[in-house]
């Protein structure tokens, strides 16, 4: 019987975010264009051997630093390890899913920012449900996983397809795009956490006018033409989240200023991603915003999801 498993996950940036209003359910109905990134977590799963002691205390969960430094001792410290981690809430729907208890470790080497708009802790929550997929050999289909992922949060689904993809619904609906090619991207986390909530809740207060961006940018994606996908990115939450949180508006304008081809707020943020022709240019622009951010990172697209890996 397997005794752990290893489990990498991207995160996700969005290269567009049209909201198209709220939903009776207090959700909002979106449509976004998902792009993963080489920027991950690493989860090892661990069964406990059965003993009564850990019978309905859900997983344990450690959290550390992950290989790129990303996140900081200090910046893991705020996470919960109690029922409302998003990997509890993967592990309790998988249990009431099969009727099986599932003793477990979870062991998060996170490189993915938290709080920072790039999906990290439903990102965790995917690679949760993959691992406890694999070590108890349950058989689950991606799409069977994703429908219980959608259940813990809406950008969980994403993780089973990863690349790129066409989110609706709360985002939970997942068509796969043709990916473009390995893009380089700057990706940067100005110091603040962001509640998503509460940018959704401020987008129902702001004055609303759609970009409607992600025809466009499907279809600079289809034609795998950079320039226009630069051109054609958009997010419906930036104008909130910078006029809530400056410190994002002044990125915004300083990686513009400083010539990115195409700049963008990711999900409610704080992050922030400039589009680069190289990582020449991606190193540039980060230090040209270097005294603004806490993170930093100049990486790929990624045309994976959430993976096992064989160690
Ligand atoms: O689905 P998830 O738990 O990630 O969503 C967190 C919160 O973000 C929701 O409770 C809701 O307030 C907001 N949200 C939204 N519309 C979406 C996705 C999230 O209003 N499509």
């Not at 938290?114 to 689950?140: F, K, P, R």
């Not at 990916?179 to 129902?204: C, E, M, N, Q, R």
């Not at 513009?256 to 540039?284: R, T």
Request: net charge negative; with cysteine; proline share 7%.
């Amino acid at each position: 019987m397997q005794k752990s498993v290893t489990i990498c996950v991207p995160a996700k940036v969005n290269l567009s975010l049209d909201v198209l209003g709220p939903r009776p359910d207090g959700y909002h109905e979106l449509v976004s264009v998902m792009q993963a990134i080489r920027l991950y977590d690493t989860l090892v799963l661990e069964r406990i051997p059965d003993h009564p002691a850990v019978k309905g205390h859900g997983p344990v969960i450690e959290l550390a630093p992950g290989p790129l430094g990303t996140c900081s001792q200090e910046a893991l410290s705020v996470v919960p390890l109690d029922e409302t981690n998003h990997i509890s809430k993967a592990v309790r729907a998988m249990e009431n899913k099969t009727g099986t208890p599932f003793p477990v470790r979870v062991k998060v080497f996170k490189d993915i920012p938290v709080a920072a708009g790039l999906a990290g802790g439903s990102a965790d929550a995917a690679a949760a449900i993959c691992g406890l997929n694999e070590l108890w050999g349950l058989g689950l289909s991606r799409q069977e996983m994703a429908d219980l992922g959608s259940e813990v949060g809406s950008d969980v689904p994403f993780f089973f397809f990863g690349g790129t993809a066409l989110a609706t619904g709360r985002g939970e609906h997942i068509r796969q795009l043709r990916y473009p090619g390995d893009w380089h991207i700057l990706v940067v986390k100005p110091p603040l956490s962001v509640s998503t909530p509460f940018i959704y809740k401020a987008y129902d207060h702001y004055p609303q006018c759609s970009s409607d961006c992600t025809q466009g940018v499907i279809a600079a994606l289809e034609a795998g033409d950079f320039v226009s996908a630069c051109r054609s990115l958009g997010n419906d939450l930036q104008p909130v989240t910078s006029s809530h949180f400056p410190i994002v508006a002044r990125v915004l304008a300083r990686l513009k200023e400083a010539g990115a081809p195409g700049v963008c707020l990711s999900g409610s943020g704080p992050s922030v991603y400039a589009l680069v022709d190289s990582p020449e240019q991606g190193q540039d622009l980060r230090s040209a915003v270097e005294d603004l951010v806490e993170v930093a990172v100049v990486t790929k697209f990624c045309s994976l999801g959430v993976e096992t890996l064989c160690v």
